[in-house]
């Protein structure tokens, strides 16, 4: 398949994944990008630039495929802003194929970057801030619908609405997010405009993702309405229901300034540690309404090559409606 996106990055298919805090790590970046689609690692779970340039050298070492970093560009108790501007320093260094940004726009970076060769993407959850990037000289916007995983923006619009108005209004390519499973999800997203998609809690349940079985089993074992979204008084999320979720919603709901409490509860320390021993009850974890639909664990290659092969059975299927 050809389209925008696989010809923006040299990737053989429109699929990449998105930055996970905590989540991703160099072998699964690897394992997609060797799959033929767009591995990523997250730059803010490093606490310098040259922390973030060793694990891209460990991306480097397993694979000589194209992949992207995320950099979330948000106020952080623990990353200043001369450390983010080495984040970008390296990425352009290391000429890494992408840089996903959520959060501020990343307008200073962009000269440095498109001069290294490196393109430069956002994730949007409205229409006005596709037509911003665009205008900003991004080179590709990622739509990211209130299904996704992570921070949702609190416009609260869902892909089927955003996707195709986006589409309506950019003339760069568009990636498409939230609900992004599978085969008939990629179908649905092409018929909206889409030039690719982009999965991020897909990617947990398969083999080269680290994170303990007991974490990749839940998310066999939830439905799409097993998440919901909390933590507004920090920055809206979207989580899987469980104790931690219902502490942060009990503390915002107390009409005190509950903030740093709230930030201690979600903190990425819990996040990590039961990530490792498999608790389901020690940490926010914000995965997308897309566990709804994931019902196997699998290589990456599986999930990338049997989305491929479904994608043209759905879209086989529609063409011969008419
Ligand atoms: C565990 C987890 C952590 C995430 N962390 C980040 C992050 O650090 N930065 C970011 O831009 N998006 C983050 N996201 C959002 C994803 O990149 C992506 O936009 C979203 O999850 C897509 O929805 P899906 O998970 O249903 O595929 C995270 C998602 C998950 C599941």
Redesign the pocket.
């Known amino acids: 398949m050809k389209t925008r996106i696989t010809e923006l990055f040299g990737i053989k298919y429109p699929i990449i994944?998105?930055?996970?805090?905590?989540?991703t790590d160099a072998n699964l970046c690897a394992a997609i990008s060797e799959a033929g689609g767009l591995g990523?690692i997250?730059a803010?779970?490093y606490n310098s630039g040259e922390e973030l340039r060793a694990a891209i050298k460990e991306v480097k070492a397993l694979t000589d495929k194209p992949f992207g970093v995320?950099i979330?560009l948000m106020p952080s108790f623990r990353i200043t802003e001369e450390v983010f501007d080495d984040f970008f320093k390296v990425c352009a260094e290391e000429k890494v194929a992408n840089i996903?940004?959520?959060?501020q726009f990343a307008t200073k970076y962009i000269p440095m970057l498109h001069e290294a060769g490196v393109k430069i993407t956002h994730?949007v959850g409205a229409v006005r801030h596709a037509a911003k990037i665009e205008r900003l000289g991004y080179d590709a916007v990622?739509v990211?619908g209130v299904?996704?995983?992570?921070?949702p923006l609190n416009d609260n619009v869902a892909t089927t609405v955003l996707l195709p108005k986006v589409a309506e209004t950019v003339n760069i390519p568009i990636l498409s997010?939230?609900?992004?499973?599978d085969g008939k999800s990629m179908a649905a997203a092409l018929c909206l405009g889409a030039d690719g998609i982009?999965?991020?809690?897909?990617f947990?349940a398969s083999n080269e993702c680290w994170v303990h079985e007991n974490i990749k089993n839940w998310i066999l074992e939830l439905n799409e309405n097993d998440t919901e979204l909390f933590c507004h008084s920090l920055l809206q999320a979207r989580g899987v229901k469980n104790s931690i979720v219902a502490k942060v919603k009990e503390l915002e709901s107390s009409g005190e300034d509950n903030r740093m409490e709230v930030a201690k509860t979600v903190s990425g320390q819990h996040?990590i540690a039961a990530l490792k021993s498999g608790d389901r009850e020690s940490a926010a974890?914000?995965?997308?309404?897309?566990?709804g639909r994931i019902h196997e664990i699998k290589s990456c290659k599986s999930i990338i090559e049997d989305t491929m092969t479904e994608c043209e059975a759905t879209i086989a299927r529609i063409s011969n409606l008419f």
């Open positions: 994944c998105g930055g996970m805090l905590w989540v990523c997250t803010d779970q995320n979330t996903e940004i959520s959060g994730k990622i990211a299904e996704e995983g992570g921070h997010t939230g609900g992004m499973v982009m999965m991020a809690t897909r947990i996040l974890f914000l995965f997308g309404q897309s566990i």
